[in-house]
């Protein structure tokens, strides 16, 4: 039977090389430790008994029924808490200190510290397993500040449920939490899509009383409603502010504003902005100005956009890159290309610098207005002015030279479009070069582009899929329009009718009549779409085909 240990043989165990707990056995080793005091103050005791704690849990758990004759208090297990190297040996140590056979009922404090560990560590979960064991259990109630942190924590971890769970029961704990943490998770809720359930408890907790809401609160659900088009909910709680003592500011109008506009309702956006400019209570801004020209602009009434325009400069409000660009791509796509230069010359004569954005929507209304020479003079003085374009520039100017069937051209910018390792490749930019291509029999070149496509890391979409099937059908290649069919059912893309109709024509017409079946039931989902060459006419790779 081995003999009961002191102490002292639990602080002289050994630890391994290099150990974390080496120091602090090291410290209080019998051979460096100064005399112990006539009368060791309680608080040394403490920590002096909470670090072998630790220790023996760590190294020699099977040591720790020696410790409850000194009955070790919650202090002390508080302070063992703090010696863990990690989140993880926490819990663990967490778990020894408090079931058989020590037993030590946890503190508040434990509870709180390994909670906070747990949230950093990003384990949310065990985090809210030990705050109902606290709450629960233990009958610990949080602060005000604590329940916010953990209610933030698990909002951030995506765990939203949770985090509306816990600020729902602040009443029942006797918090008065902040509307600052109520306001950050329904705006996690409405960065999710769930404007519905933000909205569901927003109101459920204004009726209940569980916070006191601000202009922000109001802010953060009227944002949500009108990005889902609901600007008539956005109306209703802009009327319903008053009632909790908020008045609407310039971010409630502005999104107000833009929400109007959003829906098509530029005349009433137009009258809010009057009403602003009218009352001079709360005066309108560049972004409220903006939204209304943005409006005009969408809805191809470039007139009263200019008459907002003229508005905002004799207010006093100068206008911003975000205006002159709404006003340029405007004009751009009414094909009114003198009045976007303008609008351009005017920014530049005011000192405001020009984006990619501008030069983007230059070179799209110059090329909707097929003036190609203008769009390369425009992407050249972009590249003088050190912009460089972006995706959607390369996607108009690609785009372009596509439909004039100019596949030399957009291959070259293509190609520029690959040596840049800052722009994430799309399919969108890629699908009018294969199909200039296909369309022009080169379908070896459209492989090729594909194989580049795929290379850079961009997955071939449905249109991709159905421009190659199609135009190798074209070529009579039937068995690699076969193989691209069985791709794209394999790549999780669903063929739509036009590319099945389109497929089966050309199988009818090269005398396959026997694939159709098969093609039609991995269309429906009737089959697996693992193919084997079930006849030797597919393995000619030349078919006449008339499409």
């Not at 569901?200 to 953060?220: H, R």
């Not at 009057?274 to 801004?285: A, E, I, K, S, T």
């Not at 109709?501 to 396959?512: A, Q, R, T, V, Y």
């Amino acid at each position: 039977m081995r003999p009961p240990l002191d102490l002292h043989t639990l602080l002289r165990l050994r630890l391994p090389p290099r150990h974390p707990l080496h120091r602090l056995l090291h410290s209080h080793s019998p051979n460096d430790r100064p005399p112990p005091p006539q009368h060791p103050a309680p608080h040394d005791a403490e920590l002096w008994i909470a670090k072998a704690l630790s220790s023996a849990a760590f190294l020699r758990p099977h040591y720790l029924p020696a410790f409850r004759r000194l009955a070790p208090s919650q202090f002390a297990a508080a302070a063992a808490l703090r010696h863990a190297p990690c989140a993880s040996s926490a819990l663990q140590l967490f778990s020894s200190l408090h079931s058989f056979p020590l037993a030590i009922p946890p503190s508040a404090h434990s509870y709180r510290y390994v909670i906070s560990l747990m949230c950093q560590s990003g384990r949310q979960v065990y985090a809210l397993q030990l705050f109902d064991q606290m709450t629960d259990q233990s009958g610990y109630l949080p602060n005000a500040r604590f329940l916010s942190f953990l209610a933030g924590s698990c909002a951030s971890a995506g765990l939203l449920d949770a985090a509306a769970a816990l600020l729902s029961k602040a009443s029942q704990f006797g918090c008065s939490v902040e509307a600052y943490a109520y306001n950050k998770l329904i705006s996690s809720l409405m960065g999710r899509g769930r404007v519905q359930d933000a909205v569901a408890l927003f109101e459920g907790w204004i009726q209940g009383a569980v916070y006191a809401p601000d202009v922000w609160s109001f802010n953060v659900v009227i944002k949500g409603v009108c990005q889902v088009g609901d600007v008539q909910k956005a109306l209703e709680l802009v009327e319903r502010m008053h009632q909790f003592g908020c008045s609407p500011d310039t971010v409630t109008h502005n999104i107000l504003v833009n929400g109007l506009c959003r829906v098509n309702e530029v005349s009433k956006g137009r009258e809010v902005l009057r009403r602003l400019q009218r009352d001079g209570v709360c005066m309108p801004n560049v972004m409220t100005y903006t939204s209304v020209i943005s409006g005009y602009c969408k809805a191809g009434r470039m007139e009263d956009a200019v008459a907002v325009y003229d508005d905002m400069v004799a207010c006093g409000t100068s206008p911003n890159v975000v205006t002159y660009n709404v006003l340029i791509n405007g004009y751009g796509k009414a094909g009114n290309m003198g009045s976007a230069v303008a609008v351009y010359q005017q920014m530049i004569f005011r000192r405001c610098p020009p984006d990619v954005v501008t030069f983007s929507s230059l070179i799209d209304g110059y090329c909707r207005c097929s003036q190609l020479d203008d769009a390369m003079k425009t992407w050249t003085e972009m590249a003088q002015c050190q912009i460089q374009p972006n995706a959607h520039t390369f996607s108009i100017i690609i785009h372009t030279f596509c439909k004039q069937n100019r596949s030399a051209e957009a291959l070259r910018f293509l190609k520029e479009l690959n040596m840049r390792t800052d722009i994430a490749p799309q399919a969108f930019i890629y699908n009018p070069v294969i199909d200039v291509l296909c369309k022009g029999g080169k379908v070896d070149e459209a492989n090729t582009v594909l194989m580049e496509m795929e290379g850079k890391g961009c997955r071939p979409d449905k249109y991709t899929y159905t421009i190659l099937i199609i135009g190798h059908c074209m070529k009579g290649r039937i068995a690699e329009a076969i193989t691209f069919f069985h791709k794209m059912v394999d790549s999780g893309c669903t063929p739509d009718s036009i590319t099945v109709n389109s497929f089966i024509s050309c199988l009818l017409k090269s005398g396959m009549a026997s694939e159709v079946d098969h093609i039609m039931r991995i269309a429906s989902g009737g089959t697996s779409s693992s193919w084997r060459d079930p006849s030797p006419i597919t393995r000619r790779v030349d078919i006449s085909v008339a499409v």
